[in-house]
DNA sequence: TTTCAACTTTAAAATTATGGGATAGTTGGT
DNA sequence: ACCAACTATCCCATAATTTTAAAGTTGAAA
């Protein structure tokens, strides 16, 4: 199938899959006569793996490897448990920053008035601290 | 003061200054004889500003709304309590989806023997997910 | 057969916010 | 006068994706 079938059954776009070959992460597809890419059932199946890692928010860099681990018969599930484990603990931080500003936001949105007057406990916060 | 103490100061990196003015954040700075940008304490405030918003996670746009919000002193405090909850909105809808991402990982980590067979539940999952 | 819309190709650039470097000019103290 | 430390501008890099543009290909209708 031509990379416009590929993109859709796989929720990968075009232009998405073009960069992934460019960037190393699939490796270069095959070409038909015209130039064209050409997919098969296999090649839709890493675009869905690819597909499925990122919407779990790994970087492209960790998908790589997850990639090689799928790839590789012999792997050791203990490196594929690591990575996961090092991502979960990458979006809990990120996720207490997050929490922490939001809470911020929440405390001096509350206390302001929200009316026509300019006074604004926002405004002051942003404006005084060092 | 010279861009790199209005920078200690304010916590805002000399190379960030420059950018700010270039992209309109912050008026173009006058400019003594020799061509160095000369700042003040009202400037020096203004960035102190940037740097707070920043850290609430603020976006750039966002924080020129703020600063001409702050400059006005005709504002209504509505319209800051609004860029508030806007934003803290944001953070909210973030958090959940890293959240979901999380959790998804960390039961899929806790069924993952992790061991040196190949065998992987998060592998699996990875695959199979359409 | 011509033609036209819908595809594909490559390449480049925008996005967001910041950091890094190169090169050149300026300052201030010794 | 000299030299380290500063400043200026300009370009590049990051992460992941979208956008744009220009050019070539396909398939089917007119």
Same mark, same amino acid.
């Given at each position: 199938?031509?990379? &416009?079938?590929?993109?859709?059954?796989?929720?990968? !776009?075009? +232009?998405?899959?073009?960069?992934?070959?460019? *960037?190393? =992460?699939?490796?270069?597809?095959?070409?038909?006569?015209? !130039?064209?890419?050409?997919?098969?059932? !296999?090649?839709?199946?890493? =675009?869905? /793996? *690819?597909?499925?890692?990122?919407?779990?928010? /790994?970087?492209?860099?960790? *998908? &790589?490897?997850?990639?090689? $681990?799928?790839?590789? +018969?012999?792997?050791?599930? /203990?490196?594929?448990?690591?990575?996961?484990?090092?991502?979960?603990?990458? $979006?809990?931080?990120?996720?207490?920053?997050?929490?922490?500003?939001?809470?911020? =936001?929440?405390? =001096?949105?509350?206390? #302001?008035?929200? %009316?026509?007057?300019?006074? #604004?406990?926002?405004?002051? %916060?942003?404006? !005084? +601290?060092?």
């Amino acid at each position: 199938m031509k990379i &416009g079938e590929a993109a859709l059954t796989s929720g990968v !776009s075009a +232009k998405m899959i073009r960069h992934y070959e460019e *960037i190393g =992460l699939l490796p270069p597809n095959l070409r038909r006569a015209n !130039s064209y890419r050409d997919y098969g059932t !296999s090649e839709v199946h890493e =675009l869905r /793996f *690819i597909r499925r890692a990122r919407d779990l928010g /790994f970087g492209l860099a960790d *998908i &790589g490897k997850l990639l090689d $681990l799928w790839r590789n +018969k012999a792997r050791h599930s /203990f490196d594929v448990k690591a990575l996961a484990r090092a991502h979960a603990a990458e $979006l809990n931080a990120k996720i207490s920053e997050m929490e922490a500003m939001r809470d911020t =936001l929440v405390l =001096l949105a509350n206390a #302001c008035n929200g %009316d026509n007057r300019p006074d #604004c406990p926002i405004i002051n %916060d942003l404006a !005084s +601290k060092t």
